[in-house]
Every structure is written in structure tokens, then in C-alpha cells.
């Protein structure tokens, strides 16, 4: 995030600075010469106040720290996703295996992060569980659910469920993950995760669009390579370029082994039915 602070437009700044040369042609300092003037009997008699010359400057001071403000907050907005409900990737996990369960408790999700091990790459911890969980009820995502069943001598475990706004997100959120996310994004990876979660159509739709994403972006990079200099560039420099292309191309062919598999198996089900 802090990367996209700055690409600051510099325009702001070029507007800030006219405006303060405008009004201080508007406003211009009175010299003690200017202020005052001198009858013939050298009494001092003071003119009529010009008024405060730095106004126009606290003007375009506020203006510009207010384009300062709404930039930063659409930059946050932007690398957050949702304008107004972001989800983390642990929020993300959380619902999924929320659906998977029906129900599910945060001790029950704790042991499935454990076999899963979604400990080691997801930067899940037992704290983060709960807090995601704590998050997502306030989202109205989730909703608390008695339940009958209890081990141990402890107080009835909280079961919670997705709510049906919940349901809505979270297929949004494996489509998106499916089909945008870039190749070192582990985003990605919970969004195979949830496969069962979507059906198979929509899964493949979102791969073929993910595989035309990445094209895209691996186009883009070789576009660039090519205009700094491309094979004439030092190593360290070209490593830059066609570490992340050759990431993309193998990516690419992953998506398209899933995407004939997931084909196949629907001509298989269709075959069935």
C-alpha cells in the first residue's frame, strides 16, 4: 500500500502552487513604505488594512490537504477490495470452512487448519480464528447457531453458520480469487481450496478468465522488457523481468491442466445424468 502512495499525481501540486501565486498577486505584502504614508507635517497616517495576505495561501493549503486525504483513502479502498466490507484471506478461510461444515465451531476450524496445514503459508494463528470469526458476525456474514453436541467438561461451544449474504460473498470472493488473482498470490490457492463451494461451470469460467488475466499481464511485462532493453539488460535486471514471466507461463499451463479436468469430469457427469 505504501507503494501506491507514491504515484502521487503531481497535478495536485501544481494546482496548490498556482494558487498560492494567484492570490498572492491578489494579496501582495505591503511594504512599511506602502502601509504608511507621510503628510507634509510628518505625522504618520496609517491606510486603510489591505486585509490578512496570507489567505488565499491557508485557502489552498486545506484544498490540498483534503485532495491529500480522499487520494490516500481511495488508494486503502483500492488495495482493500470491497468499498465497504474488505475480507482478509483469514476471513476468507474462515467462511469457507463455515460452508464446508454447515456449522462449525473455532475449535472445530482450528483442527481443520491443523490437518490442512494452512498454518505453514496462510499466516493463520488460533488468535486470528477467532477474531476473523468476531469479524465476520459483525459483517452479518455469519450467524451463531445453538448446538447439541459437546465434548469435554467445558461450556457449550458457539457453532456459526453462513447467513445467506454470507453464502453470496463467499462464492463472489472463490469466482474473484479464481479468475484475478496473480501468481505468487495465495489467494489463489484458497480459492482452489473452495472448488466444492461453486459449481463446475462457474469454476471453469473463472479459470479461462484467470488464464486470460495472466496473458494479459505477462504480455504487459515482456512489453516492458522489451522497451528497457530486454537481452541487453544486465542479469540482475533481466531476472526481474523473467522471473515473474516464467512464474505466469507455468501458472498458465496449471490452469489448463484444471480446466480439462474439471471438463472432463462434467462430460462424465453429464454422461450420467
Known sequence: MAASFIRFNWSVIDDFSSKIESGMRKHP??????????????????????????????IAV??????LVLYFICEILKTRGSFMHPISNVEFML????????????????????????????????TSIYVGLRKLSDKGWIAS?????KSGKGPMPTRFA????????????????????RERDNRFDLGLAALPLIGK??????????????????????QKFESQGGIRLPLNVRALFL???????????????LINELSKETREDDHIH
Open 243 to 257: 522471473h515473474p514471466i516464467s512464474l505466469m507461463e507455468s501458472e498458465q499451463a496449471f490452469v489448463a491442466s
Open 29 to 58: 505584502l505591503r511594504r512599511s513604505s506602502e502601509a504608511l504614508t507621510l503628510n507634509s507635517t510628518c505625522d504618520i497616517k496609517s491606510q486603510p488594512s489591505p486585509g490578512w495576505p496570507y489567505e488565499p495561501v491557508m
Open 162 to 181: 453462513l447467513t445467506e449474504a454470507g453464502m453470496v460473498k463467499l462464492k463472489d470472493e472463490i469466482l474473484d480469487s479464481l479468475s484475478s488473482a
Open 62 to 67: 486545506i484544498d490540498l490537504f483534503i485532495s
Open 95 to 126: 467462511m469457507q470452512m463455515i460452508a464446508e461444515c454447515r456449522q462449525a465451531s473455532g475449535y472445530d476450524i482450528k483442527k481443520l487448519v491443523d490437518q490442512r496445514g494452512y498454518r505453514e503459508w496462510a499466516n493463520i494463528g488460533t
Open 201 to 222: 461451470d462457474m469454476a471453469i469460467a473463472a479459470l479461462r478468465k484467470r488464464s486470460d488475466f495472466l496473458q494479459e499481464v505477462s504480455e504487459g511485462i515482456k
Open 145 to 149: 447457531e445453538e448446538s447439541d453436541e
